[in-house]
């Protein structure tokens, strides 16, 4: 898969913030097509990360799976035992998970579902 300069440019962006990451589609049909996903989809889905980790590959991943992902403001409250990172908490299914391999795939079980 090939990316522009600009997409890897915006998508970079999306590491700098703590904003809430929500994803856009580029047609109707694609957007509808996904929408009973996205009704399925709460924003409980919150990582714990920062740009000098393996947190921008979930991000990536998310992006891509189109799973609403948000930033953890605080690394503070992170529940990772030794308070690494990256760590995503899935307040949908209760699920903490470590290392960015595991996070991938449950991001892409998620997305399944």
């Not at 929500?22 to 714990?48: C, D, I, W």
């Not at 891509?64 to 529940?79: C, F, H, I, Q, R």
Request: charged fraction near 15%.
């Amino acid at each position: 898969m090939k990316f522009s300069a600009l997409s890897l440019l915006s998508i970079s962006s999306l590491f700098q913030s703590s904003e809430c990451f929500v994803p856009t589609f580029s047609s109707k049909n694609e957007a509808f097509r996904h929408s009973n996903k996205s009704t399925q989809l709460s924003m409980g889905v919150t990582l714990y990360g920062s740009q000098g980790s393996r947190s921008p590959l979930v991000n990536w991943g998310a992006y891509e799976l189109k799973v609403p992902l948000k930033m953890a403001p605080d690394l503070s409250s992170n529940p990772h035992p030794f308070r690494q990172i990256p760590c995503l908490v899935d307040d949908d299914s209760g699920a903490t998970v470590f290392e960015s391999g595991a996070i991938l795939l449950h991001l892409l079980d998620k997305a399944e579902n």
